[in-house]
């Protein structure tokens, strides 16, 4: 197995191009939408990262405290549900089928914990907000020829990344990797 290893901070001019590399997405077709965010999360993770930490570190001195809880529920639940869908049959089921939902059910999760302890403004500044500019960017940015080389190396388990790990916890890469894992199971036996 690979090591993990963060991708390389991609430029400006790579990151936000202009406006002929942005595209609406076909929300018709969930799953060339879903590949296209989760290739656009695997290939900026690392812009995706110095994104939200710069809202992080801007929303944790206005309100340390209230950041702190935000973290704490948001990991918990996040690691309750990894384990959840590890080690219930029912859950896993619901996580492979509807992972997308999965992922609403967390945040969902969060946001109900969070506001029974009073730091809604918080989770909605210094989570929302990052995640939303995060999905954004990575539903409406075209992908080009090195993004998707990258993603295949990824894919393919040659190379790990923090996101890649992440992704393949919330269940999103497991389709592309048994694809590719199929392939060359099919090319084996040739």
Known sequence: MAKVELTPLRTWDDFFPGS???????????AKWNNRVVSNLL??????????????????FL??????????????IFMGSVWAGENRAAIS????QNPTAFVIAVMVASYVVISMLGSVMVFMSAITVPL??????AS????????????KIEGAGL????????LEALGQQEESIQKIQNFLESKLKE
Not at 43 to 60: C, E, I, K, R
């Open 20 to 30: 002929e590399r942005f595209s609406k997405p076909d929300v018709k077709d969930l």
């Open 43 to 60: 290939y900026y993770q690392t812009n995706y990262l110095a994104l939200a930490v710069v809202v992080f570190l801007v929303v944790g």
């Open 63 to 76: 309100n340390p405290l209230g950041m702190f809880t935000a973290m704490v529920v948001v990991s918990a």
């Open 93 to 96: 089921d619901f996580k492979r």
């Open 132 to 137: 939303t500019l995060i999905f954004a960017h």
């Open 140 to 151: 409406f940015r075209l992908r080009n020829m090195k993004n998707k080389l990258e993603n």
């Open 159 to 166: 190379k790990r990344s923090p996101m890649g790990i992440l």
